[in-house]
């Protein structure tokens, strides 16, 4: 029988960890991201879902905790899998559109994740589409993966789906325009010091406003590191959502499973 609430705390709303707001908070929390990113590849992602389930099979009544769940697509199909599970992110947005969908064993919570998630609560953590990398400092990246640790019972699961930054046709200083719902967007990528920047100007009407997104470019490697660094012990690393063995020349993805 699956439990009918989670077996931690988490506050509501999480102290943030500084003042000024990073940008993260500026745009995940704009009505402008959720416009521009609201044709995710759904099938691609229960795909993923359905390949990871049959390579880690889950018991019946394993917890799940869906790390930056954003509006929680991930959290929901694995629900529907039968698995309770907990979604957190920072964005207030994004938790409301999540919760919708909420019911007795599938919660949403807004949470700063580079605070503390409970202790042994959860038999697997995903982060899932590149949600990790996004801080400046990297001592906050890897608070991120010691609280997973933390948040995992003994011999839990860790999946860590990451883009590959070693694949040498990733492409930087393009600039891409989009008109969606009559809202230009104007995007353009390039790397800053072993970060991937991307700028994004929004013209509404007679309003521009400006926006960027920042994520750590990381190999394989140093990816490791960090989760052994945290405890954690590398059980398998894939390079695509049909987890295929990871190729660094020519992979798309890079997927680390990890045990505690």
């Known amino acids: 029988m699956l439990p009918t ?24 929390d704009t009505h402008y991201y959720h416009i521009l990113y609201k044709k995710r590849d759904d099938q691609e ?3 993923f879902l359905d390949n990871l389930i049959n390579h880690l099979q889950p018991k019946p009544d394993a917890t799940f905790l869906d790390l930056a769940c954003g509006k929680g697509r991930h959290s ?7 698995f309770d599970v907990t979604g957190v992110d920072l964005s207030v947005n994004s938790i409301a559109i999540a919760s919708k969908a909420a019911s007795e064993h599938l919660r949403f919570m807004v949470h700063d994740i580079r605070q503390p998630l409970g202790a042994e609560s959860f038999n697997y953590i995903v982060n899932l589409f590149t949600s990790f990398g996004y801080f400046e400092n990297e001592d906050e990246n890897g608070l991120v993966l010691l609280n997973a640790f933390h948040a995992l019972k003994a011999g839990g699961v860790m999946v860590l789906d990451y883009f590959n930054g070693e694949k040498p046709n990733l492409q930087f200083d393009i600039l891409f325009e989009k008109i969606i719902d009559g809202v230009r967007f104007e995007i353009i990528k390039h790397v800053e010091n072993g970060v991937i920047v991307k700028r994004i100007k929004v013209m509404d009407g007679n309003q521009t406003y400006n926006f960027e997104e920042r994520v750590r470019i990381y190999y394989l490697p140093q990816l490791k590191q960090l989760m052994e660094e945290a405890g954690f012990t590398i059980r398998n690393v894939f390079g695509s ?12 993805r890079l997927i680390l499973i990890a045990e505690k």
């Open 76 to 82: 929901v199909y694995l629900n529907a899998k039968g």
């Open 241 to 252: 959502y049909q987890l295929e063995p990871f190729q660094a020349q020519t992979s798309d």
């Open 5 to 28: 609430k989670p077996n931690f705390f988490l506050t509501k709303f999480a102290a943030p960890m500084t003042k000024q707001k990073e940008w993260f908070e500026n745009w995940f």
């Open 45 to 47: 992602a229960a795909l």
